[in-house]
């Protein structure tokens, strides 16, 4: 695999984990009890913590990478094992 592609494709895992991360640990101003302040959503976050979460979207995109990485190097598989996709040879 060549270094652009695994680029690419780790960067693709990290959004979809990112995404998958997001909803970790959020509360909202309504499931605190807060009030809402006008001009916000009571859906708004109280506190993001966007450093914790991207922080753990690189742990996890990283592990689910290397799980990627080492099936397509090291098993053996390919996309011509798969059987309801076309044969790319």
Same mark, same amino acid.
């Given at each position: 695999m060549k270094t652009g592609s695994m680029? @690419? =494709?780790y960067f693709i895992i990290w959004w979809v984990c990112l995404f998958a991360v997001l909803p970790w640990g959020a509360k909202s101003h309504h499931e605190a009890g807060d009030s809402v302040s006008s001009g916000h959503a009571p859906s708004a976050p109280i506190?993001? *913590?966007?450093?914790?979460k991207v +922080? #753990?979207?690189? =742990? =996890? @995109?990283s592990t689910v990478f #290397? #799980?990627?990485?080492?099936?397509?190097? *090291? $098993?053996? +598989? $390919? +996309? /011509? /094992?798969?059987?309801f996709l076309p044969d790319f040879r």
């Open positions: 680029i @690419a =494709v506190q993001a *913590r966007m450093g914790m +922080l #753990a979207t690189t =742990v =996890v @995109a #290397a #799980a990627f990485y080492w099936t397509i190097t *090291r $098993s053996g +598989l $390919s +996309l /011509d /094992d798969i059987w």
